[in-house]
């Protein structure tokens, strides 16, 4: 990391070192798609052997795109104009066989998603050993394959009994070393990685990161990184480059991006991971419209969802009893936001399908404001006027074949609550900032943006007047920039409101972001409970600190860069 | 007040109407740039309006076996432009005639096995535990038997009419419905918006009603099409097996009459031929639409074209 | 941290290393199918009994159609094929009958029903089994063309072809052969009384006559396994690995081989077995038109009389090979797949 940090001052189209690739003025464009912009506009770039870019930007900017079309992996619907020089020879003029050769040989690439990038029937072996085959198949005997796949295998630190391996049968850290093995396997000069740590938790997330900038370094690969992160592009490559709808907007260090962003969009998404510990971020998430200043005297008031030695099992398919939540207490109190903090499989979610009578607890209490949550469908459904649910993906939270006011006046139905309906629905939506309510009525899921259709989610718990909202991973699945704004109105509608919630998420900045209490859960167990500053700046749980640790950005305390990578 | 509050209530209800309204017309344009399934419709229309009209344009005194001044057996001629049956009759007249019959069973048997089998899959995909592992039970062992010698057993059983052989097919055939909306119901019992709705205190009819059941309808709208015309199918070979209604002789029938009275040995092909072309017709416009129907209406699909 | 993480992939670790566990996992899976398969056998032995004791008709009157009898000759052949039992009694000689292989008399060939349906057995084993081997290979080979090169002028007109035989009718496919080649081939039966009896000739012979039902029946059957193949083939196209495949440097023809057709043939090797009884279908109305001395045949003059203990049969034997391919291809589908194996 040490020595990539170095050169991070000097500009890189100054750099010595042979260029590796260089695209010019690349554009892509696709013929199905209606939008009238290409995905990629007219983009210039250079990359000198061994060096490390980060391509940042959200969803649908095109860095994909860009990625793709240095192996011309695109599908044929897209027409690309510009060069994409590899080793100075155009790959969009290239002949097939040329072609052929060139891929995985001079580049590779580790996808995104390595769930479904490997194949499902086929050993891991094989699949690493296929591309070595296919380019040094003449020369390469089987033991000399055998003892070359195994090799690589340990290099990305996985046991080698896993080469017999279906890719069903690993996590997906371990498919995506996997990845990382067979981008590695033919000994490119350069990698591609796009988005190669998504899906993972922070701590494997770490340690795939970690691993991969050191294979890279090692052999002096040139690596280009795509990620919607930029903390994370930080963590590992020494240029980022921004894109926004097809444009590159910005190119530099990546300190001085992550520090001091020129462009706005870079600003948003700089903005969007604070880090933890900076007083700047404590309650003020990354949002255009500014919040009400937080009060000083704020009084939490007496505990509203309280939960008593709760355990939830499961059995799974084997037969055997898996604890998901163990003996927990936990407590929201009014006018309170508290973090629920854990990777997955933790049994975060299992402990909030709990508390809203989604799923029955085998031993253990839930109360609402003293009294029992009642078991059966009639007494359940007035407990769920008070305490209301926000899912992770707002896109398959809302059923696409119902209107912004159905969705929104469903919950309204349900409990007949139909005195004044068009009122409550407009109410909804403006206390969810989706303003003027009439102009999103109407609409379908499928025309609203990411936050707007979280915004309609939202709407949909408010227009019940609810005590408490339990929202799951509320911003896991929205651009960066949207982030920031969803959050900012849960902050504001705890303090203009006092409504509470319990967020569960696996980002600890999250809660450094707008939370007054975090609970961490490892295991099915609270290992940790206590105010934010206390547990994320002092943790006493050896996993606590493991999960501060594994943040990419790093906490404020340990400087900037963190050393995450070690 | 009033006045405003009146008004949003009624576009709330026009949102609703706008929305199916746009709905089926990106359906039918979708649909339209399928040429095949265009073409299908089309034809299926003009088929079914000659069907239902024939007691208009045609004089069904000429079906009459006592009545005819035609020879048996005769080739096209001038009088009967497919040539004549072993009555004497006009094949035309009988395939005219017998569309009616086909198409009547065919749209008959695939609502009753459609019917049952969407209310059989759904009930068995949302409540889970034992009535769903006794439904899909009863749908494997309905699966596994086989339909023809099945539909040919209920033929035999009960009284001949057009009747029995519509339950026949039914009866046979509602599985393969039923494991499909079983499967459409599972993957959107899963979507998030369902346990979103469960959380804001939604019941099994809200659930069913609001949420599966106009999620499920479009694609059980789709297979019907296709069961259509394995309906049409089944009916023509039941017929032509012998179990159908000898009053009112559909296109199997017809077949079955002109193989009986030894029409393939003897070369007898404007007896053989028309009464098939007109199945294969109906079943591949059936078909077609069906398959431009699922392509538009399963998401799955959509990617593929 | 190092200590917890490596407890959380150690406890990954240990879920999929489970080898024991699996061992156990094929052995209850086995019992579960097999118990399944026997719980359908045992419905549709009650099912077909019942089902056809419910066809009008007098079955002594069927048997002695045509002869002059007195009253006495008809109550003793009530009494010696237990007809004037009560239905219960009926049922229980019934299924004791099935444990010693005793399937009753043929009301029309007055012969055992077991040795008529092991004589009409094996001509529908031999129309089957090469029609859907022919079929299966026809089939997968376009089906896996049309799919790979989709909208392409070979898709088209395989495609449409496909449909167009799939809208058909297989016993009017029949007639159409028969009209058009009732010269070139045998029109009916299996072989020709006048045949020499040595292996040779009557294996020529029964190949001869076989053409045009096996023609017919594989028509049809390619059609369906075409259009599975294709739609599960393109469903597999959009797959992330293939792009892998792609990435890595591998030709076209490379990739369908290696990663998308064995990942295509899974469902469609399952869905041939699992659609069986489409098969057998096709074989009951094949055989009616060709007289071909099948199960299918049999089934059909049975239907004339009607002969009440040979239409329970045959229900039965088509059922339980029905059944037997449904076990298979679950079974086929554990082997094939290493996502179902370990689960």
């Known amino acids: ?566 | 007040m009033t006045a405003g509050e009146t008004k949003p209530a009624e576009s709330a209800r026009s949102i609703a109407w706008a929305r199916r309204r746009q709905a089926a017309g990106r359906v039918w344009r979708e649909f339209a740039t399928d040429r095949g399934g265009l073409i299908g419709l089309i034809v299926l229309a003009i088929i079914v309006l000659l069907a239902v009209l024939a007691p208009v344009l045609t004089n069904e005194a000429d079906l009459n076996v006592t009545t005819t001044e035609l020879p048996p057996r005769d080739p096209p001629s001038a009088d009967a432009w497919l040539g004549t049956d072993r009555n004497g009759v006009s094949v035309l007249l009988l395939i005219w005639w017998g569309a009616r019959v086909s198409l009547l069973i065919g749209f008959s048997a695939a609502l009753l096995s459609v019917f049952i089998g969407t209310a059989v899959g759904i009930l068995a995909a949302h409540f889970g535990g034992w009535p769903s592992t006794i439904l899909m039970r009863l749908t494997d062992f309905f699966l596994v038997l086989p339909t023809l010698v099945l539909a040919i057993a209920l033929a035999a059983v009960l009284p001949r009419g057009l009747g029995t052989i519509v339950l026949a097919i039914g009866v046979a055939s509602w599985p393969t419905t039923a494991r499909l909306v079983r499967a459409q119901t599972l993957t959107i019992e899963a979507r998030p918006y369902i346990e979103r709705s469960r959380a804001l205190g939604a019941g099994h009819a809200h659930l069913i009603g609001k949420h599966v059941l106009p999620a499920v309808l479009p694609l059980v709208f789709a297979n019907t099409t296709l069961v259509v015309a394995n309906s049409i199918i089944a009916e023509s070979t039941l017929s032509f097996l012998g179990v159908g209604d000898p009053s009112r002789p559909s296109w199997g029938g017809i077949l079955q009459a002109a193989f009986s009275s030894g029409a393939a040995t003897q070369g007898a092909w404007w007896y053989l031929l028309p009464p098939g072309i007109g199945i294969v017709i109906v079943v591949l416009c059936f078909t077609l639409c069906g398959r431009a129907l699922e392509t538009v209406l399963n998401p799955r699909l959509r990617g593929q074209g | ?343």
């Open chain 3, 1 to 343: 941290m190092s200590e917890v993480l490596t407890g959380a992939e150690r406890k990954l670790d240990a879920d999929d290393g489970g080898g024991g566990a699996r061992g156990a996992g094929l052995v209850r899976f086995l019992l579960g199918k097999l118990g399944g398969a026997l719980l359908s056998l045992a419905m549709v032995v009650v099912l077909g009994f019942l089902l056809f004791r419910m066809i009008p008709g007098d079955p002594v009157v069927t048997m002695t159609k045509g002869r002059p009898v007195s009253a006495e000759q008809l109550a003793e052949l009530r009494e010696r094929l237990g007809v004037d039992k009560p239905m219960w009694q009926q049922f229980i000689d019934y299924i004791l009958g099935l444990f010693r292989g005793d399937l009753g008399t043929s009301y029309i060939f007055q012969r055992p029903v077991a040795d008529l349906i092991l004589e009409r057995l094996w001509p529908t084993l031999l129309l089957v089994g090469v029609a859907t081997a022919l079929a299966i290979m026809l089939g997968l080979w376009f089906g896996i063309r049309a799919a790979w090169r989709r909208g392409s002028g070979f898709d088209k007109l395989s495609t449409g072809t496909a449909l167009t035989l799939w809208s058909m009718p297989q016993f009017w496919m029949g007639l159409l052969l028969l009209i058009a080649f009732s010269g070139a081939f045998p029109s009916g039966g299996m072989r020709y009384p006048d045949t020499p009896p040595d292996f040779l000739s009557q294996s020529l012979d029964v190949a001869y006559h076989l053409v045009l039902p096996c023609l017919t029946l594989t028509a049809a059957l390619y059609a369906q396994y075409l259009l599975v193949m294709r739609s599960s083939l393109l469903e597999e196209m959009n797959s992330e690995y293939l792009t892998t495949a792609r990435a890595k440097g591998l030709r076209d023809d490379l990739v369908r081989r290696r990663h998308a057709v064995p990942n295509a043939l899974l469902p469609t090797v399952t869905l041939v077995f699992l659609q069986f009884g489409m098969v057998l279908n096709g074989a009951v109305a094949v055989e009616t038109v060709f007289s071909w001395p099948g199960l299918g045949l049999l089934t059909y003059e049975a239907l004339s009389g009607p002969d009440l203990p040979v239409l329970q049969s045959t229900f039965l034997v088509l059922a339980a090979a029905v059944i037997f391919m449904n076990v298979l291809a679950e079974l086929l589908y554990r082997i094939l797949d290493p996502r179902v194996r370990a689960t």
């Open chain 1, 1 to 566: 990391m040490t020595e990539v940090a170095e050169r991070q001052d000097e500009p890189t189209e100054a750099s010595s070192s042979p260029v590796l690739l260089e695209l010019r003025d690349l554009s892509v464009r696709y013929l199905a798609a209606r939008e009238e912009l290409p995905a990629v506009r007219g983009v210039n770039l250079r990359l000198g052997a061994g060096e490390t870019l980060g391509l940042a930007g959200e969803s649908g900017c095109g860095k994909s795109t860009l990625a793709m079309s240095v192996l011309r992996l695109l599908p044929r619907t897209a027409t690309i104009s510009g060069e994409v020089l590899l080793d100075g020879e155009d790959v969009n003029t290239m002949r097939w066989g040329r072609l052929r050769t060139v891929r995985w040989a001079s580049a590779s690439v580790v996808f995104q998603g390595a769930m479904h990038a490997l194949n499902p029937v086929r050993k891991i072996y094989d699949q690493i050993a296929e591309p070595i085959q296919l380019h040094h198949g003449s020369q390469v005997d089987q033991t000399e394959l055998r003892r070359r796949v195994l090799e690589l295998i340990d290099q990305v630190e996985l046991p080698a009994s896993k080469a017999e391996a279906y890719p069903h049968e690993l996590s997906g850290g371990q498919k995506q070393r996997v990845m990382i093995a067979m981008a590695l396997a033919c000994e490119p000069r350069l990698v591609i990685a796009d988005e190669p740590t998504t899906a993972l938790d922070v701590i494997v997330q770490a340690q795939v990161l970690a691993l991969m900038s050191r294979l890279v370094a090692e052999r002096g690969i040139g690596l280009i990184m795509i990620s919607h992160d930029l903390s994370v592009l930080a963590a590992t490559c020494a240029n980022i480059a921004v894109m926004y709808r097809g444009e590159m907007v910005e190119f530099g260090p990546s300190a001085r991006l992550l520090e001091q962003p020129e462009h706005e969009h870079s600003q948003a998404l700089a903005a969007a991971f604070p880090t933890i510990g900076d007083p700047a971020a404590r309650f003020k998430p990354a949002t255009s419209t500014p919040l009400p200043e937080p009060e000083p005297d704020r009084c939490v008031g007496e505990p509203v969802l309280r939960t008593e030695n709760l355990r939830v099992d499961f059995r799974d398919r084997g037969g055997a009893t898996v604890r998901a939540v163990r003996d927990v207490d936990l407590a929201v109190a009014e006018n309170e936001i508290v973090a629920l903090v854990g990777q997955s499989g933790s049994g975060k979610t299992t402990l909030a399908r709990t508390l809203l009578g989604l799923q029955q607890p085998d031993s253990g209490r839930v109360y609402f404001r003293d009294t029992e949550i009642p078991s059966s469908a009639r007494g359940l459904r007035g407990y769920r006027r008070q305490v209301q649910l926000i899912l992770q993906d707002p896109a398959s939270a809302l059923n696409p074949r119902h209107s912004a006011y159905e969705a929104v006046a469903e919950g309204l139905r349900i409990h007949g609550l139909t005195d004044d309906e068009p009122g409550r629905v407009a109410r909804a939506l403006e206390a969810a900032e989706l303003r003027p309510a009439e102009r999103f009525m109407s609409a379908l899921p499928h025309e609203l943006s990411g936050g707007q259709k979280q915004r309609v989610v939202i709407a949909g718990a408010l227009a019940l007047d609810p005590t408490v909202v339990v929202a799951d991973e509320p911003v896991a699945s929205l651009d960066a920039s949207v982030r920031g704004e969803i959050l900012a109105l849960l902050l504001r509608l705890r303090i203009e409101l006092g409504l509470s919630a319990l967020v569960i998420t696996h980002d600890l900045g999250l809660a450094w972001n707008i939370a007054d209490r975090v609970a961490v859960m490892y295991q099915g167990e609270l290992v940790e409970v206590g105010t934010v500053e206390e547990v994320l700046l002092n943790p006493q749980h050896e996993y606590t600190r493991s999960l501060l640790a594994a943040v990419p950005g790093g906490t404020y305390r340990s400087g900037p860069n963190g050393e995450c990578a070690h």
